[in-house]
C-alpha cells in the first residue's frame, strides 16, 4: 500500500514536470555527392506548438514546411511539422548553425563534407560534431572498455532489448558495470572541472597549496570523499567542511566565493539547455564507414543526448564511396594492352 | 590399256583445240595482280600498325615500366577492396533490426543530473529540469526493479542466519555510534 501511494506521488510529480511537451525531433540529411545537403526535419509534439525556440534544430522562413495531424498506434493525436530545405554546401548549414535560436542554441554543433579522388572509386565523408562543454572533464574512453563503449554510446532501445532477451545476464552485467564506471567518470568530471574554474578564479591571488597542480594532485581524494559522503555531501560543501580539508582552512575562508562560483559553473556545463533528437544521414553510393546505427532501411542513424558531448567532443561521421566506372574501363584497356604486348613478345621469342 | 590413253590423248588435243578466246587478257592478269598486291599491302599496313602499337615490347625499360605499372595497378585494386571490404564488415556490427524512427532517448543523464543537483544542495530550479514521458518510466521501473533486489536481499539475509546476526550486529554498532554523537 505504502509502495503504490509512493509510485503515485512520484508519478504525479514528475508528471507534472513532463507536461513541458518536447518535440521528438528527427533530422536527415541527405547528401549529395556534389556536396549540397537536402535537410528534412520532422517534428512530432502532443500539442500544436512549434515555436522555432523550442525546437532541437535551427529552423526559418526559408524551409518548405507541411504541417499535419496524425493519430499515433496509441490512439493519440500527434500535431506534425515536416520542413525541407536544400543545403548549397556544409557551409550554409554551419551558418545556419551559428546563427542558431533553437532549443539547443548553447551547444556548438558543425557539419563538414570532404570527397576524395581514389581512381577506382570517389570517396565521401560527411560528419557533424558538437563540441564538449567540459574543458576539463575526463573522456568517457579513459574509463570504459571497447565493449562498455559500445553499449553507452548505443541508443536505449536497443540495451533494453539486449537486457531483455536471450543473454540477459551477460547484458545485465555488463549494463551495471558500464554504470558503476560512468558514475566514476562523472565524478572525476565534475571534479577535475570544478579545480579548473576554480583555478582560474583564484589565478594570481592565491598561493601554490591552492594551484591547479596541487589541486589536480588530490584529485582523486576530492572524488573519494564525494563517492562516500553523496548523501550528506551538499551539507558538508554548505558548511565549508570539504572545502577545509582540500585546500585548508584559511583558504576555505578566503576563496569560498571563488568556490561556489566555480561550482555553479559546475552545475552550468551539467545543466546544458538541450532537448535530445535523432539524427540520420543518407549517404550518396555504398556506405563503407560510420560510427552510426543503420537501420533496416539501410539509413545511418545516431541518437543526439547531452551526456554524449560533456568532456569530449561527440562526431557522427559517415564514409561512402561510389565507383568510377570510367576508370575500370580504362584500366581493364590498360591491363588487356599489356598483356597482350608481353603475349606477342613471348610469341615473337617462340 | 593402250586404247585408253589414245582416247584421253584425244580428248586432250580436242579440249586445247576448242580453247575460249579470251579478250583483254593482258587487262585481266594486272587486275589478278593488282587485287594480290592490295591484299598484301593492307596485310603490311595492319602487321606495321601492329608494330607500332607494340614497338615498346622490344625497348626494355618501357616493357619493365608497363609491366610494373601494371602490376601496381592490380595490387592498388586489391588493397583498396580489402580496404572496403574490411569496412562493409565492420558495418554488420552496427546493424540494428528495425527502421529507428527516432531513439528513444533514455540514458543515465538524467539520473546523473539529479545527482549532481542533489551534490550541489539543489543550485538549479526545479523548473529547469525537463523530463519526458519515457524517463519517467524508467524512473518507475528503477524504482521497479530497487524494489525487487531489495525484497531479495531480505529474503537472502532472512535465510542466512549468521548474516542477519551480523547484518544486526553492525545496525547495533551504527546505532550506538549515533547515540554517543
Redesign the interface.
Known amino acids: 500500500m505504502k509502495n503504490s501511494k509512493l509510485k503515485i506521488i512520484i508519478a504525479t510529480a514528475l508528471a507534472i514536470v513532463a507536461s513541458c511537451n518536447e518535440p521528438k525531433t528527427v533530422v536527415t540529411d541527405i547528401i549529395h555527392p556534389d556536396g549540397s545537403v537536402t535537410r528534412r526535419i520532422e517534428i512530432k509534439n502532443a500539442e500544436n506548438k512549434f515555436k522555432a525556440s523550442d525546437i532541437q534544430i535551427p529552423l526559418d522562413n526559408t524551409w518548405t514546411v507541411r504541417d499535419s495531424v496524425e493519430i499515433s498506434k496509441n490512439g493519440d493525436t500527434v500535431w506534425v511539422k515536416r520542413a525541407e530545405k536544400l543545403f548549397k554546401n556544409v557551409e550554409a548549414i554551419n551558418r545556419d548553425y551559428n546563427a542558431d535560436s533553437s532549443y539547443n542554441k548553447s551547444i556548438t554543433r558543425k557539419a563538414a563534407f570532404s570527397k576524395n579522388f581514389r581512381w577506382f572509386h570517389t570517396g565521401y565523408r560527411f560528419s557533424e560534431t558538437i563540441d564538449k562543454k567540459m574543458s576539463n572533464g575526463y573522456p568517457v574512453s579513459d574509463f570504459l572498455n571497447p565493449e562498455e563503449l559500445a553499449w553507452f554510446y548505443s541508443p536505449y532501445n536497443i540495451n533494453e532489448s539486449k537486457r531483455n532477451g536471450p543473454d540477459s545476464l551477460k547484458y545485465k552485467a555488463l549494463s551495471d558495470t558500464v554504470k558503476k564506471k560512468t558514475d566514476r567518470w562523472w565524478a572525476k568530471s565534475i571534479v577535475s572541472e570544478w579545480i579548473g574554474g576554480f583555478t582560474r578564479l583564484t589565478a594570481g591571488k592565491a598561493g601554490k597549496e591552492v594551484s591547479f597542480e596541487s589541486l589536480k594532485a588530490r584529485e582523486d581524494e576530492f572524488v573519494r570523499r564525494l563517492e562516500a559522503d553523496d548523501k550528506k555531501f551538499d551539507s558538508l560543501w554548505e558548511n565549508g567542511v570539504i572545502l577545509k580539508e582540500y585546500i585548508g582552512e584559511v583558504n576555505a575562508l578566503k576563496y569560498k566565493a571563488e568556490a561556489d562560483s566555480s561550482m555553479n559553473m559546475v552545475v552550468n556545463d551539467v545543466f546544458v539547455n538541450f532537448r535530445d533528437y535523432t539524427l540520420r544521414i543518407v549517404m550518396p553510393g555504398q556506405v563503407t564507414g560510420t560510427n552510426g546505427f543503420i537501420d533496416s532501411t539501410n539509413v545511418l542513424n545516431w541518437p543526439v543526448q547531452s551526456n554524449y558531448f560533456l568532456t569530449e567532443p561527440y562526431e557522427m561521421w559517415a564514409e561512402s564511396k561510389v565507383p568510377n566506372r570510367w576508370a575500370w574501363i580504362v584500366s581493364g584497356l590498360f591491363l588487356l594492352f599489356v598483356v597482350t604486348g608481353i603475349i606477342i613478345k613471348q610469341k615473337g621469342k617462340g | 590399256m593402250t586404247s585408253e590413253s589414245e582416247k584421253y590423248k584425244k580428248v586432250l588435243s580436242i579440249l586445247r583445240q576448242s580453247a575460249p578466246k579470251l579478250d583483254g587478257v593482258e587487262n585481266m592478269e594486272e587486275n589478278v595482280i593488282g587485287r594480290i598486291g592490295r591484299i598484301g599491302r593492307i596485310h603490311r599496313s595492319f602487321s606495321d600498325l ?1 608494330e607500332s602499337i ?1 614497338a ?3 625497348i626494355g625499360w618501357v ?1 619493365r615500366s ?2 610494373t ?2 602490376a601496381l ?2 595490387l ?2 586489391v588493397h ?1 577492396q580489402t580496404i ?1 571490404m574490411k ?2 564488415n ?2 554488420n556490427k ?16 538524467i539520473e ?2 539529479l ?2 543537483l ?7 530550479s ?1 523548473s ?6 519515457k ?2 518510466e ?3 521501473n528503477s ?1 521497479n526493479e530497487l ?1 525487487e533486489k531489495y525484497s531479495d536481499l531480505i529474503k537472502i539475509i532472512e535465510e542466512d542466519p549468521a548474516l542477519k546476526e551480523s547484518i544486526e550486529k553492525k545496525l547495533a554498532e551504527e546505532r550506538n555510534k549515533k547515540s554517543n554523537l
Do not use: C
Not at chain 2, 542533489?118 to 538549479?124: A, E, F, Q, S, V
Not at chain 2, 529547469?128 to 514521458?133: H, R, T
Open positions: 601492329i607494340f615498346w615490347i622490344y616493357r608497363l609491366v605499372a601494371s595497378l592490380v592498388f585494386f583498396q572496403i569496412g562493409v565492420n558495418l552496427r546493424a540494428i533490426a528495425t527502421e529507428a524512427e527516432s531513439f528513444p532517448v533514455l540514458n543515465d543523464a546523473k543530473q545527482m549532481m542533489k551534490l550541489t544542495g539543489r543550485r538549479i526545479a529547469d529540469l525537463e523530463i519526458s514521458g524517463q519517467l524508467q524512473i518507475l524504482y524494489q
